[in-house]
């Protein structure tokens, strides 16, 4: 199957060799005493989810190397742009530091209209720390496979449908891109959080659902939920025996979510530089890499300027998905 996908973005090999690249890279230099006082990390999202327990993992690493204590600020709300736009707003002097996601990062930027921040343009660009993949999931039941799905969406329009953690989040968008490389309509129904979906896709409400790996991965391993395929471009650590789409015949078909850090724009490059080397560190830390495992994450460690190019291939991606959906910015 041919499509006009997007532009691939880190692949396994590239992340590897982005985090050596990072190791081979001698610390900058202390930007005048930077850190010289407390730390703020701005996660964007209540604790408990996937990026908050990144976040925090990555951030008792950090003041281990900085020297220098990082505090939490869980600031939720909007899909992450309130915490988003916060940092932007906030002094360029490295002590107001994002730990953001794809949503306010990228996705948004093509379903708001009236933002109050650019992430493209008003924030300098630190590290991509990981990109995580996604897994579609249906029923348990032998029959059920993303083949049959589309076949069945195929041949009766809107007679499938999948549920998402939300309208406008990566999962709804990683399952319009399959719409529109599958050329089938397919019924998003919205929910709010992973628990509440899931189990709908266990109870047989929903035909198929996109998930998250962690909270997909126990009822797979109980037999509860059927897994079809995962996101990334290639298998995931945690699902090893699930084909990606590409396997199944989607040729280009791939979509990760992915947490990265950034600080205000006119942040100094010294403190950016500084900053990195301590995360590239914490990033290294064996108990990092396990959070990062059980997630089914890939660890990353790009450059800023990697990171700066992927932001604005990722909301190009997002742009042509909702284009393609016929999504309405709001």
Known sequence: MSHDGPQRPFSRRDSLAALLLAFSTPLAARADGYPARTIRLVIPYPPGGGTDITGRAMAQRLAETLGQSVVIENK??????????????????????????????????????????????????????????????????????????????????????????????PQHLAAELLSSMAQVKLVHIPYKGSGPLVQDAVGGHIDMAVSSVPAAVPLVRSGKLRALAVTSSQRSNALPDVPTMAELGFAGYEFNTWVGVAVPKGTPRDIVDRLRSGLVAALAAPDVQGALRDQGAVPVGSTPEQFRQFVLDEVAKSDRIVAQAGLQPE
Do not use: H, Q, W
């Open 76 to 169: 939720p709300g909007a899909t992450g742009m309130i915490g988003a736009a916060g940092v932007a707003k906030s002094p360029a002097d490295g002590y107001t530091v994002l730990f953001g996601a794809a949503s306010e990062m990228a996705i948004n930027a093509s379903l708001f209209r009236n933002m109050t921040y650019d992430p493209r343009t008003d924030f300098e660009p630190v590290m991509l720390v990981a990109t995580f993949p996604l897994v579609f999931v249906a029923p348990a039941s032998p029959s059920k496979s993303l083949a049959t799905l589309i076949a069945a969406a195929n041949s009766k329009p809107d007679s499938v449908s999948y549920g998402s953690i939300g309208s406008g989040s």
